[in-house]
């Protein structure tokens, strides 16, 4: 578990290589919906591995910067609450559509998710560090944004989606957003939590 905690993020990354890697193979006997979705998920594993691996500094923004946590190092984000809140977004959240594809909406509510995080990053996040970059901001302007808009248009021009697909994923987006962001880090977070995050991951906040 100790291996999985620190190397959580690169195996992400690894996993998102060998999903381009098959996509490139095998993208031509495959329908563009699977394509786009399966993309979608690799947009979410490089975009975690920005936040905690290169640069990786986004624990530093949200515990000290967004937090002002005086034990930034563990709270209220932590190394355990880090791993176990982005293997649930990643692998469950962004996974399953793959498997669903005329499920519009579950498709739907990650594409928002990516959308609400150019908020996040693009907006907020900078605001609060008073600056034009965040780890997180990349993957979202190269990856979420363009494959969320992408995936739109084809299920949009294909007449797949219906008003109450969107009902459904705008629920959906939300409940998942409250649950796996909000209240699993209200839930996870330990002023005595034994899994710290490094120096390299709190960034040049540490020294504020």
């Known amino acids: 578990m100790n291996y999985l905690r620190k190397y ?4 992400g990354g690894i996993v998102a290589l060998a999903v381009c890697i098959g996509l490139l193979i095998f993208h031509p006997n495959m329908q563009e919906i699977n394509v786009i979705l399966w993309l979608s998920f690799v947009a979410i594993l490089v975009h975690q591995f920005e936040e905690y691996r290169w ?3 986004f624990p530093g923004i949200f515990n000290i910067v967004i937090f002002k946590s005086s034990i930034p190092d563990k709270y209220p984000l932590n190394g ?4 176990v809140i982005n293997g649930l977004i990643a692998y469950g ?5 793959i498997f669903f594809t005329d499920q519009i909406w579950l498709g739907l509510a990650p594409v928002l998710m990516g959308f609400f995080q150019l908020i996040w990053h ?3 996040a900078n605001i ?3 600056g034009i970059y965040n780890p997180g901001l990349l993957a979202v302007l190269l990856l979420h944004v363009p494959i969320g808009t992408w995936y739109i248009n084809y ?3 294909h007449g797949l989606v219906t008003a109450i697909d969107w009902m459904l994923g705008i629920t959906y987006f939300a409940v ?3 649950i796996l962001i909000v209240k699993d880090n209200m839930w996870m977070k330990d002023e005595q939590s034994k899994f710290s995050f490094t120096k390299k991951q709190l960034g040049p906040y540490s020294a504020k």
């Open 8 to 11: 959580w993020q690169d195996i």
């Open 55 to 57: 640069p990786g500094f």
């Open 80 to 83: 355990q609450s880090a791993m």
């Open 93 to 97: 959240f962004y996974l399953l559509p």
């Open 122 to 124: 693009g907006l907020f």
């Open 128 to 130: 609060k560090i008073k």
């Open 155 to 157: 299920i949009t021009m």
């Open 176 to 178: 998942a957003t409250y």
